[in-house]
């Protein structure tokens, strides 16, 4: 389940949850501005458990993700004519971590068919990083070597999330269509 931020309390309730799971891990805050799509995460009960913001990814060096990390430097993205995210405020309360990583997936994966989004561009947690990469299967190439950021070491990572779409069979975690799934819900 997951429901699109639109209203200002949508947006109080996904800055509470991302931002409670950062204080949590000792993150630094950073808000987002511009043209920005925003999920809240649901659990079976429909309660606000996670968060997921996506927004353009841009090719200029003066881009602030370019600035953190190089990903405009990356022969595969700098050579595409595809349309690329940066993936960002990835978060799920503690007490509901695990079990509902395959819905937040799902909606990154849904969100990019949708918009016909080829790949994703993300810093990874390292233990992030080891669920994608060896629980969850995903396409994801490193870039580089893990630094630190915001108060963890991250891993630049590149997510070929139509690789993911194309192939859903192969991910068998993968709520395939979350909207005719009734997934999304509405309050």
Same mark, same amino acid.
């Given at each position: @389940?997951?429901?699109?931020v639109?209203?200002?309390?949508?947006l109080n =309730?996904f800055?509470?949850i991302? @931002?409670?799971c950062?204080?949590? /891990?000792g993150? !630094?805050?950073?808000?987002s501005?511009?043209e920005?799509d925003?999920y *809240?995460?649901?659990?079976?009960?429909?309660?606000n458990i996670?968060?997921v !913001?996506?927004?353009?990814?841009s090719?200029?060096?003066? &881009?602030? @993700?370019?600035?953190?990390y190089?990903?405009?430097?990356?022969?595969?993205?700098?050579?595409?004519t595809?349309r690329?995210?940066? *993936?960002?405020k990835v978060a799920?309360?503690?007490?509901?971590?695990? /079990?509902?990583?395959?819905?937040?997936?799902?909606v =990154?994966v849904?969100?990019? /068919? &949708?918009n !016909?989004i080829?790949?994703?561009?993300?810093?990874?947690e390292r233990?992030f990083?080891?669920?994608?990469? &060896?629980?969850y299967?995903?396409?994801?190439?490193?870039d580089g070597?893990?630094?630190?950021? /915001?108060?963890?070491?991250?891993v630049?990572?590149?997510?070929d999330?139509?690789? @993911?779409?194309?192939?859903?069979? !192969?991910?068998?975690?993968? *709520?395939?269509?979350?909207?005719?799934?009734?997934?999304e819900?509405k *309050?």
């Amino acid at each position: @389940m997951y429901k699109k931020v639109e209203t200002t309390e949508d947006l109080n =309730i996904f800055d509470n949850i991302w @931002m409670s799971c950062w204080v949590e /891990k000792g993150f !630094e805050m950073e808000f987002s501005h511009g043209e920005i799509d925003r999920y *809240i995460i649901k659990n079976d009960e429909a309660q606000n458990i996670g968060t997921v !913001e996506l927004k353009d990814y841009s090719l200029d060096e003066n &881009n602030y @993700m370019n600035l953190i990390y190089p990903f405009h430097k990356n022969n595969v993205i700098s050579t595409s004519t595809k349309r690329m995210v940066e *993936i960002d405020k990835v978060a799920i309360l503690k007490e509901h971590r695990g /079990k509902n990583l395959d819905r937040l997936l799902s909606v =990154i994966v849904f969100h990019c /068919k &949708n918009n !016909e989004i080829s790949y994703c561009i993300v810093l990874l947690e390292r233990l992030f990083y080891k669920a994608l990469k &060896n629980v969850y299967k995903v396409p994801l190439y490193v870039d580089g070597e893990k630094f630190f950021y /915001k108060g963890d070491l991250v891993v630049p990572a590149i997510i070929d999330v139509e690789r @993911m779409y194309r192939n859903s069979e !192969e991910y068998n975690w993968l *709520i395939s269509d979350v909207q005719k799934a009734g997934l999304e819900v509405k *309050i």
